[in-house]
Structures are given as structure tokens and as C-alpha cells.
């Protein structure tokens, strides 16, 4: 069984950082990928950042250089650096995970992940 909690969501003004964090517990495996995702109101959700267990991550084209994803050395957590934050970067972000198996062409797809956090509220004003 693996459970995600993600925490850090909060208010902040355009310009500004915030650091997302994603709990992890559970069997994790090797090949595995963590990832972070969004859902604005009215839109699909959307693959942010992954990272692979071999170090490998992939960036939405819309986040590149602003976002940072990593994990501490025992895979208990995975983070999301978020800096210079943009209004149209308001969503609830999710943390996931597949255990095992994970491909790194396949990091922001959501069908690649079998296991997700509940969701924590990213608002951005200008």
C-alpha cells in the first residue's frame, strides 16, 4: 500500500516561491517515478514535473526554469520548488507515484501513475 499526503499550499502574490511537499509511505520499488500535477477549475489536469528513481525528470514547457522537483535520500518525501510564480500557475497540485516500472518518456502522462495524494490548493495573485 503507498500513500501520498501533499503539504505547502498557500497564497502568495505573483513573483513569489513556494515549496510543495508530497509524503510518502508504502512499497517502493525499483523504476519507480514521482510526479506533480495540476487541475485548474475548468481544465484537465496536467503532468508539472516527474522524476524518475534513476534521476531523470521532465518539466512542463509552461514551468521550465521557475520549477524544481526532488527527493530526500529515503524516497519519504518528493518536493516541488516553485519560484517566481505566475497567476496562471493557480491550481491544486497533486502528488503521484507508480512503485515500479515507470518509464521516463511516460513521467508527465497521467495514465503512467496508480497512486495519488488528495491535493493541495496553489493560489497566485497579480
Known amino acids: 500500500q503507498v500513500r501520498l499526503v501533499e503539504s505547502g499550499g498557500d497564497s502568495v502574490q505573483a513573483g513569489g516561491s513556494l515549496r510543495l511537499s508530497c509524503s510518502v509511505s508504502?512499497?517502493?520499488?525499483?523504476?519507480?517515478?514521482m510526479a506533480w500535477f495540476r487541475q485548474a477549475p475548468g481544465k484537465q489536469r496536467e503532468g508539472v514535473a516527474g522524476?524518475?528513481?534513476?534521476?531523470?525528470?521532465s518539466y512542463a514547457d509552461s514551468v521550465k526554469g521557475r520549477f524544481t522537483i526532488s527527493m530526500d535520500g529515503a524516497k519519504n518525501t518528493v518536493y516541488l520548488q516553485m519560484n517566481n510564480l505566475k497567476p496562471e500557475d493557480t491550481a491544486i497540485y497533486y502528488c503521484?507515484?507508480?512503485?515500479?516500472?515507470?518509464?521516463?518518456?511516460?513521467?508527465?502522462?497521467?495514465?503512467?501513475?496508480?497512486?495519488w495524494g488528495l491535493g493541495t490548493q496553489v493560489t497566485v495573485s497579480s
Open positions: 503521484a507515484t507508480v512503485p515500479r516500472g515507470c518509464r521516463e518518456f511516460s513521467l508527465l502522462v497521467r495514465s503512467t501513475y496508480n497512486y
Open positions: 508504502g512499497n517502493i520499488y525499483t523504476s519507480y517515478c
Open positions: 522524476i524518475r528513481s534513476d534521476g531523470t525528470t
